[in-house]
């Protein structure tokens, strides 16, 4: 017997495709469930047509998503932040981060599941990251971290602080005694 996948199935084919099933297997589990439909003329003209359709609308998608990779490929996003001992980041650099930047850099928004790094990123440097867009669509930015540049007032603030801190210390410390 001759049916319609409506769903993809594993082992038996893909929505849309026509397949041979066994009279017992598509009354018994397919037309029931809803998984496909009898293979008539009017039906297998409805599925062409929806296929074409699909079929084009893939391939515009599909021009959409390779000219957005040339946009993106050897992209440099740079970042500023606050270093501490041996080069380390207070915080991190994460997928999020990255996927905002780039976005406001593009003007698209990327989602930050396509941005492809295992970690959050914690070292000053440069660093290779992919974008995943679509199977076999990856383009690779350049992602820079940076140490941020402090003013003096910034580093006379921070001193100051410290140097507070140390005296109330020291003074809770005069009073124990």
Do not use: C, W
């Amino acid at each position: 017997m001759k049916v319609v996948l409506l769903e993809n199935l594993p082992g038996k084919g893909k929505a849309g495709e026509i397949k041979e099933v066994s009279k017992g297997y598509a009354r018994n589990y397919l037309l029931p469930r809803g998984l496909a439909v009898v293979a008539t003329p009017t039906v297998m003209k409805q599925v062409e047509s929806r296929l074409e359709k699909e079929k084009l609308e893939e391939s515009i998608d599909r021009d959409k998503l390779v000219e957005l990779a040339q946009q993106i490929e050897g992209r440099e996003i740079r970042f500023k932040t606050r270093v501490g001992a041996g080069e380390r980041l207070f915080g991190s650099i994460t997928a999020t981060d990255i996927a905002e930047e780039l976005s406001r850099t593009i003007g698209v928004v990327i989602d930050k599941k396509k941005i492809d790094i295992e970690k959050p990123l914690r070292q000053i440097g440069s660093h290779e990251i992919g974008v995943k867009l679509a199977g076999d669509l990856k383009p690779q930015i350049t992602v820079v971290i940076e140490e941020e540049e402090e003013t003096e007032t910034e580093t006379e603030k921070r001193t100051s602080k410290k140097a507070e801190e140390k005296k109330k210390k020291k003074e809770n410390n005069e009073e124990k005694d």
